[in-house]
DNA sequence: GATGAATGAGGTTTCATTCAT
DNA sequence: CATGAATGAAACCTCATTCAT
């Protein structure tokens, strides 16, 4: 005579989840107390044991919601794009969330640092959005839109690097004109991937004189 | 019957804050009590409270010192260079350190979220790195080796923003190839800042299909 | 619409009360959580409510079931036997079931320091046992078998004391070689019951230089 | 300049554990709560954990506290003793004091199943009183006063739990009349240690059907 | 009968901070 | 300067119990 229903169990599972996220926003991991999110959730302190069995189970579940579907919009964002549109595409979309959810994944980062279970959760999710980006790139070079030379999967490490750069940017200057910054970072990667000019023979650079390894 | 030795307070001072600098890289700032600095500092609970008035005054200290040593840093390396190679300089510089004082530059930036105390600090030595960048690009475009197209204080925060992309690219993947990743973010930030190439007309890319707003 | 079949409840009820016997073996009274002991008996906590009302409850019934089984068994042993073969067919008995149900049942004896419903229950249980054993010497008395000088209620009293003070010897000396105790047990209670020797006149020893009252 | 006063400190650890001692023999360890013992020892419930890790610990130097002094007060006892009189000696200063600290060396027992430390620091007391009351049983039958047949390690074993079944039959008829019950206790342990009557030949009893065994 | 959601008091422990010495 | 005893609020978590379904 079961009457568990899986589905509400979940949907409360979930807005517990949101609760505590809200609270980690304002307050951090370790600022944000079980009473406080509790509160926020419209539970009980006990109530919530039902649903998690520790605060770290909390941030666990959180990690990987909030990892899960960066990756999983990053994933629809790049399914009907070329290769660069589909990355300026992430970046806009990232810059319009970019107040809210940055500092929750810069501690869920710092986090991971100490906490293995979010470390592997983190690496996870780091993994599917690189190789994601190096298919992106690979296709990319295919149809001559990005340069050969460039090596896919280092590339998409310093890309995903670059999109992490922009929420720091927001934390380090919150009047920025994101709107001007955006168009200056979409020359910078458009500049990077683009292949050299045709027949042409492009000044090398600085980083040329060592053109193998560079690119390679 | 001398009541003080400013020097030797001051140096005590110091040897507290790098005790609960380590402290903190552990554990993070709510992480790290005053009772586990106080062990690594090697004095007693109430004897801190000579040096510092509270917790937040050790992390604001904090603040203070990490933030000044890395402007300061950045301004020694760019002294005596020209624009591009004083950047790629500090990036080889920032990649050598990066294992351990990221998660505490980190964490300061999340915290500065939350502390407008922090917050007053970290924006000081944002914008003093900031603007000292923007005057080495300036210099740059003086010289005709950086694209006068581009805006300097834009892509000062742009450049910064790389390069504190950089730390996250660590964070997210231990095993990370640093020298190669290094190097092709030298590419792309070479790419990026060199004027076109002379005469000829470069590919313009995607960005570049409406270039007034891109380059400013 | 029978409401109630009352041989299902009780059946029900004693499989509750089994489940939460090795909860409280592993882990005490205070420590068995009403959780663990669902779990244990595979029901649901609410559910646990129609057959007890509390978990005092559950402590008291057990202390029924615990400490009248024990009487009960003891009564049967003793049923059929002489006097001193049936208590040590006893001392066998409790022997071979010692390990598991030991802590519980000093559990309890400690549990009616506290509680008076409890030391009510083990009273009644204590008396019981008592009267029956002081029964079975005074029988023993009557055939010549035990030392009539031996006041049997007071005797009996101590014989189960004996009897408990195995118990504790199991739980001080885990290791201990039971079958060579239990031998020697034996000879102490024999010696002590027995009657002097015929005619002899018995060393009396140093308890003996006051006879009268030693034996009462 | 240390200022550490190990004497105040070992006091008020001290006086700490005896608090802690009143509120366990109150309410049990589990029953006992922090906070009762903090107010107890008139202390905030922080500063306990000044003097003591955790509540396991007061328990663990609860338990090395109460059967150190136990094993103590049986030395001092048998020190200048013949064998059997120094038993009975222990015998009624445990009656004496049966009331109070009883429940608590029954507790500390039960929690020797479940707590490996205590079991330890246990074992460890018990075999120092075995060996003495060993030793003891040796000297007396060196001296012809104890029954030579009996296995010294065997039958201080079994008089300890003798010893320690008397505690229970305080808790299991509180208005026994001890008096009474040590007089017949006292003859139990002289007749079963005292040698068998010079030249007579002992009625044998039951146990002595298997005389080798029994006695060796 | 039976479930599991829900409560809220109370458990142990941590911690920043103060203060007498 | 320096110590460590001392505080008390608040942290996380557990648990017996109730109740709508």
């Known amino acids: 005579m ?6 509400r169990h979940e949907g409360k599972r979930r807005e517990i989840l949101e609760a505590a996220g809200r609270c980690f926003v304002r307050h951090g991991f370790k600022g944000a107390s079980i009473a406080a999110i509790c509160t926020e959730a ?3 302190p006990g ?3 039902h649903y998690f069995a520790s605060k770290e189970a909390i941030i666990g579940a959180m990690a990987d919601l909030r990892l899960t579907e960066m990756a999983q919009r990053f994933h629809d964002v790049a399914a009907d794009k070329e290769a660069i549109p589909a990355l300026l595409a992430e970046l806009r979309r990232k810059k319009s969330r970019i107040r809210q959810a940055t500092p929750m994944v810069l501690e869920l980062l710092i986090e991971s640092g100490r906490n293995p279970a979010i470390a592997k959760i983190m690496r996870e999710s780091s993994r599917r959005m690189r ?4 298919e992106l790139l690979r296709k990319g070079q295919a149809s001559r839109q990005i340069d050969p030379a460039i090596e896919p999967e280092t590339a998409a490490t310093i890309l995903m690097g670059v999109l992490d750069g922009l929420k720091i940017v927001a ?3 919150p009047k920025f004109d994101t709107e001007k910054g955006l168009v200056m970072l979409e020359t910078m990667i458009t500049r990077f991937l683009m292949p050299p000019a045709n027949g ?3 000044d090398p650079g600085i980083a040329d004189k060592r053109p193998d390894r560079a690119l390679q």
């Open 2 to 7: 079961r009457r568990l229903d899986p589905v």
């Open 42 to 44: 419209g539970i009980s």
């Open 47 to 49: 109530h919530l044991y």
């Open 131 to 134: 190789d994601l980006l190096a």
């Open 171 to 173: 934390l380090r200057e």
């Open 200 to 202: 042409a023979q492009r």
